[in-house]
């Protein structure tokens, strides 16, 4: 297999990621009610009683980044790969892809930081 075709496909990853994060954020924002994407059912019993609408609250802006974000540098690195950007614009991909493991690494931090103060 092509190193291209596996960059696109593994773009073409990150931005359904993007679209089932954005959707599941914005059904959280809804219902008050957090998606197993967010939280596993282990965790989900450790949430302080009553506060499960709380951590949703707080949850929902930084998962709207995250998928936006991911959205975003996907498309980028997507259509770089693509359309076989070379020169000076070929760090344009990695740069996009960089910035989506920046954007994880701080949902994942400001993931736990919510899961230190809402869960027992």
Known sequence: MDARLVLMIFNIVIVGLSVVI????AQMKKTKEIPD???NA???NRIKKGQEGQFAEALYPKAMVF???CMVTG???FLATFFKVTG?????GI??????LLAWSWFT?????????FLK
């Open 22 to 25: 954005f959707v599941a954020a």
């Open 37 to 39: 994407l967010f939280l």
């Open 42 to 44: 282990e965790d989900m």
């Open 67 to 69: 998928s936006i974000i």
């Open 75 to 77: 498309i980028i690195a």
């Open 88 to 92: 000076e614009q070929e760090y344009i």
């Open 95 to 100: 740069i996009a892809l960089m910035a989506f």
């Open 109 to 117: 931090a400001e993931s736990k930081k919510l899961k230190g103060k």
